[in-house]
Each structure stands twice: as structure tokens, then as C-alpha cells.
């Protein structure tokens, strides 16, 4: 197995001008969310305290006020990349992009407006925490409700909580940068623009659901992840393998804590990703150094890995 992967310590919007035209087998990437703090501006250590006091990171702002400008200022941060993507994406090449549910369509546009074409909706599925909430504080609060109307009232909204279900599903979307001539010509000139259909998590034909438990970041042979989004190895290594052949290059411009870095080495990928914060720059290269010194150690580690995951 060769370890070809470069990480630059900046930030993606800059390096990706770095990047030749059509050099780029797949992208994979999980952008910042516009959500909660989720953004362009990101603060590790504000993010981290707040979820430390509410247990979650939120998917809605504060007390459930829709901020209609989330989802345009995601939008307005992703459309200049998106066109980077499809600049420096092979013609056929698949971007795979991770998203939020209700902002999800800020993402599919992005990628559309930029010349993409959009395949199909992609779901990591998974058990989620419940994030919705009871109006009995908010009842309780208000002076305008006598103690005896206050009772009633909360046990007529019994049961009925905030508009929040249950997140089981982390959308993505599957775009495709447009082929030259057809799926055969593009295939013999790029190498790209074919769903590998092996490649299968459960024995079926492989779907737009991906059950992967969030748990299964707890078997995986890492360092302490220090990161607050970071997604399973087991779950990239899925998108890695359906959408790429050995040997191809995978870009991650938000390589965070370097989980898709991991998934594409570990399949005889190459690598290449921007991380514009220090801190994960080094939790990444520090995980591919374990991953490193493993191999080196036990030749057959890869093949237990994957067979526990």
C-alpha cells in the first residue's frame, strides 16, 4: 500500500486555485453547515462550549427563529467552490457533498449553478439524539396565563413538542461533472463516470441509504478525534470505493480531522485536501502516522480493520 497524500494548512478557497483543470478523479467533502455557528467564520472553541452546556449541536437556531439568511449564506459561500469543483473534477467525475436537511437544497443549487448535474440524494443513516422540546417552560414563563389556564394548557400540549424530529439521515448530494461524448468514450479517456455496483455494504446493489452507526467510529484504530462533525472512515470508505478505482485521487477541500484522507489510503487511493485550521491539520497527519507505523507493524492490519468495521 503507497501513502500518496498531500494536506495543506490553508484555506480551500485559495488552494484549490492550485489545482490543474481536470485532475481530479472524485471529490468527497463535508463543508461547513451555515448552521449554529457552522460557518465560513467557524470558532472550534465557541462551538465546543456551547455544545458542552446543551449536549447538542443544534440544526435550528436558538428557540427555533428560522434565519431564512443561513441557507443564502451557504449558498453564497459554496457557489465559487462549487465552480473550482467542477474546473479541477475530470469530465464523468462524481462530488459527492454532505449537507444539513433543511439546508440541503442551498448545496444541490450551488452545484447546479455551477455546471454540475445533479444525480441523485444520498442518505447516511443513523440513530440520532431527539432535539425537540416541551412549551411547558415557555407556559409556565408567561404572566398573562392564570396558574389554573397554565395547567390546562400544558396538559392540552402534552406530547406536542417543536417542530424537530429525530435526525436519522445525513443528506448528500450526488453530483456529476458532464461527461464528453458517452459513458464508453467518457470511460476510455478518463477512467471516471461509472458507479462501481460491487462495491456493496449488505450484499445488495448498492443504494442512496448508507447505514453506518455513528458507533462505528469507536472501533476504528485512531487517536482521540478532537473534532465536532468528525464522520466514520467506514462510511467514506463506501463513497471512496463506489465512485473510484485504485490508484485515482480523491480531494477533500474541509479535511478536518483527516477521515477522508484515512478512507482513501486505506484503499489504495490518492489524496489530496486543504484544512484551513492548524489543529486538525495535525490530528490528520497524526492519524495517517499511526495508520503508517500499524502497517509497518502488522502487514495484515488492513484486512482485520475492514473486516471489524
Given at each position: 500500500m503507497s501513502f500518496d497524500y498531500k494536506i495543506y494548512n490553508m484555506d480551500c478557497r485559495e488552494g484549490l486555485k492550485i489545482l490543474a483543470d481536470n485532475s481530479?478523479?472524485?471529490?468527497?467533502?463535508d463543508p461547513p453547515y451555515f448552521i449554529d455557528g457552522m460557518d465560513d467564520k467557524w470558532n472550534d472553541k465557541k462551538l465546543k462550549n456551547k455544545a458542552s452546556k446543551s449536549?447538542?449541536?443544534?440544526?435550528?437556531?436558538?428557540?427555533?427563529?428560522?434565519?431564512?439568511?443561513?441557507?443564502?449564506?451557504?449558498?453564497?459561500?459554496?457557489?465559487?467552490?462549487?465552480?473550482?469543483?467542477?474546473?479541477?473534477?475530470?469530465?464523468?467525475?462524481f462530488c459527492v457533498v454532505f449537507s444539513q436537511a433543511r439546508l440541503y437544497h442551498r448545496v444541490a443549487l450551488s452545484l447546479e449553478n455551477a455546471g454540475f448535474e445533479i444525480r441523485d440524494m444520498m442518505g447516511w443513516k443513523y440513530e440520532g439524539q431527539a432535539k425537540a422540546f416541551?412549551?411547558?417552560?415557555?407556559?409556565?414563563?408567561?404572566?398573562?396565563?392564570?396558574?389554573?389556564?397554565?395547567?390546562?394548557?400544558?396538559?392540552?400540549?402534552?406530547?406536542?413538542?417543536?417542530?424537530?424530529?429525530?435526525?436519522?439521515i445525513e443528506p448528500m448530494v450526488l453530483a456529476q461533472k458532464p461527461k464528453e461524448g458517452t459513458f464508453v468514450d467518457n470511460w476510455i479517456k478518463y477512467n471516471v463516470g461509472l458507479v462501481n455496483t460491487k462495491q456493496s455494504?449488505?450484499?445488495?446493489?448498492?443504494?442512496?441509504?448508507i447505514e453506518i452507526s455513528k458507533q462505528?467510529?469507536?472501533?476504528?484504530?485512531?487517536?482521540?478525534?478532537?473534532?465536532?462533525?468528525?464522520?466514520?472512515?467506514?462510511?467514506?470508505?463506501?463513497?471512496?470505493?463506489?465512485?473510484?478505482?485504485?490508484?485515482?485521487?480523491?480531494?477533500?477541500?474541509f479535511t478536518g480531522s483527516g477521515s477522508h484522507a484515512i478512507a482513501a489510503l486505506e484503499n489504495n487511493r490518492r489524496f489530496i485536501g486543504f484544512?484551513?485550521?492548524?489543529?486538525?491539520?495535525?490530528?490528520?497527519?497524526?492519524?495517517?502516522?499511526?495508520?503508517?507505523?500499524?502497517?509497518?507493524?502488522?502487514?495484515?492490519?488492513?484486512?482485520?480493520?475492514?473486516?471489524?468495521?
Open positions: 481530479v478523479d472524485c471529490i468527497i467533502t449536549g447538542v449541536i443544534g440544526g435550528l437556531p436558538v428557540g427555533m427563529k428560522f434565519d431564512v439568511q443561513q441557507g443564502r449564506n451557504l449558498q453564497k459561500f459554496l457557489e465559487p467552490i462549487a465552480l473550482e469543483f467542477i474546473r479541477v473534477l475530470k469530465p464523468g467525475g416541551s412549551m411547558d417552560h415557555f407556559v409556565m414563563k408567561n404572566d398573562k396565563f392564570s396558574e389554573v389556564e397554565k395547567v390546562k394548557l400544558i396538559n392540552d400540549m402534552k406530547g406536542w413538542k417543536t417542530p424537530q424530529l429525530k435526525p436519522q455494504l449488505d450484499g445488495m446493489f448498492p443504494g442512496n441509504i462505528s467510529r469507536l472501533k476504528e484504530r485512531t487517536s482521540k478525534i478532537d473534532h465536532m462533525t468528525v464522520k466514520p472512515v467506514a462510511l467514506i470508505s463506501h463513497l471512496v470505493k463506489l465512485f473510484t478505482k485504485e490508484g485515482q485521487l480523491v480531494l477533500d477541500p484544512e484551513i485550521e492548524a489543529d486538525y491539520c495535525k490530528i490528520s497527519k497524526e492519524r495517517i502516522d499511526d495508520i503508517i507505523s500499524e502497517q509497518n507493524r502488522n502487514p495484515d492490519f488492513f484486512v482485520s480493520l475492514m473486516r471489524c468495521i
